[in-house]
């Protein structure tokens, strides 16, 4: 049976390209960009699981030590 990686590991076995779509540049021009043509604010918030360290969401997040960023 292999062991398990920890997910401390898992972004460095990532490729750059996917390494870059998970930034959090990324989910800032994803939220201006939906701000931009919908309307509505968009927060981005910190992920629960490393191959979602960002969130991009309409909704402000219940814990205020995820909100990251807001594009208003």
């Known amino acids: 049976?292999?062991?398990m990686?920890?997910?401390s590991d898992l972004p460095a076995l990532l490729s750059p390209c996917r390494h870059r779509l998970c930034s959090?540049?990324?989910a800032y021009k994803i939220a201006i960009n939906l701000r931009r043509n919908t309307g509505i604010?968009?927060?981005v918030i910190r992920g629960i699981v490393p191959?979602?360290?960002y969130q991009v969401t309409t909704r402000p997040p219940v814990w205020p030590d995820r909100w990251l960023a807001m594009a208003a």
């Open 5 to 7: 990686m920890p997910s």
């Open 41 to 43: 604010p968009h927060y």
């Open 51 to 53: 191959l979602q360290a």
């Open 24 to 26: 959090f540049d990324h």
């Open 1 to 3: 049976m292999e062991a």
